[in-house]
């Protein structure tokens, strides 16, 4: 049975609450409120199984505990939400459960009830992309920028970009990167059109550590410099859409980047990647997907990692 107007307006006020959404309008909200159901667990019941199917989770009381692998890695409460990464990723991914530690009452929304939702809403396609960056950047920070970032640098290096000027080569590069690799070629284009070159003479800084993140780049020729307040200093390669994630976030830069060398860079600037997604929304569909999987692949490596160093104590 459809849900009534009272209780539709019921759950968008109850949606609000959570910080992901506290911004959106009644009606951005409306195509979720439509489709949430209520649900509750016991303490000690499943609140999210290990099943490709079992959606998105918004805690509306009561805590649970989270777990990857088998391995507990956090705890959440009301007004988190769980299983979103999981259900956004272009594959569905089976690798995070959550068991009930008090009693818990949430609104449950299957995968495919959530992608349909963000179809042709782009201020709820914006609120997941924010969402989805912040938990993305939050894996990056505690797996290591540097074991983040340094992934395929040979071969990033052995394919400079020939021709920044070329539509076409603007879009090979971009596609080498780990957070745009699988996108489609139209996803591509669209965000490629967006982009434009710049070259900065070696000792430039690009920008400082804790600066507002308004444009993600890609080296396209030379070599670039991080260098994180609370890490070591390394280079990074074409391989990484550097700053993607705080951008989309909106959160400050964590690192000063500065050319080696002289250096050739791709931006792709927030407003102009806003505007390619909000004119094209199965292309912000696709992006979507593209840092979820991104995201939960690092969730996932983080807690085989805590699973390595569990077995060798």
């Known amino acids: 049975m459809k849900n009534d107007a009272a209780t539709i307006v019921a759950r968008v006020l109850l949606l609000k609450r959570f910080p992901a959404f506290a911004d959106l309008s009644p009606a951005a909200l409306t195509p979720l409120a439509e489709r949430v159901t209520e649900t509750s667990a016991a303490t000690g019941e499943p609140v999210v199984r290990d099943d490709a199917e079992a959606g998105v989770h918004f805690v ?12 507990a890695v956090a705890t959440v409460g009301a007004g988190e939400i769980l299983g979103d990464v999981e259900a956004l990723a272009a594959v569905p991914l089976s690798l995070m459960t959550a068991r009930a ?3 818990c ?20 396609q914006r609120a997941l992309l924010e969402r989805i960056g912040a938990v ?3 894996a990056r920070r505690r797996l290591g920028w540097e074991v983040v970032c340094a992934r395929r640098v040979a071969d990033a290096a052995a394919m400079p970009m020939a021709d920044p000027t070329e539509l076409a080569h603007r879009v090979v ?17 669209r965000l490629a059109v967006a982009a434009h070159v710049e070259t900065h ?19 396209v020729r030379g070599r670039l410099r991080c260098a994180p307040p609370d890490g070591a200093e390394f ?5 990484i859409l550097l700053g993607l994630s705080e951008v989309l976030a909106k959160q400050p830069r964590w690192c000063d980047a500065i050319a080696v060398t002289e250096v050739v860079v791709m931006y792709l600037d927030l407003e102009d990647i806003l505007d390619e997604l909000e004119d094209d929304g199965d292309v912000a569909a696709e992006l979507i997907a593209s840092l979820a999987s991104d995201a939960a692949i690092l969730e996932d490596r983080i807690a085989r990692s805590q699973l390595s160093d569990g077995e060798s104590e």
């Open 60 to 71: 509306l009381e009561g805590e649970a505990e989270v777990r990857r692998l088998g391995i």
């Open 101 to 103: 530690v008090s009693p």
């Open 105 to 124: 009452r949430t609104l449950h929304l299957s995968r495919a009830a959530l992608l349909a939702a963000q179809e042709d809403c782009f201020p709820l």
């Open 136 to 138: 993305d950047l939050g």
């Open 173 to 189: 590069s971009l596609r080498l990167t780990r957070e745009l690799s699988g996108l489609s070629i139209r996803a591509l284009g």
């Open 201 to 219: 003479a070696a000792g430039a800084v690009l920008w400082r550590s804790g600066e507002r993140a308004d444009a993600a780049i890609q080296v």
């Open 235 to 239: 280079e990074v390669s074409g391989a």
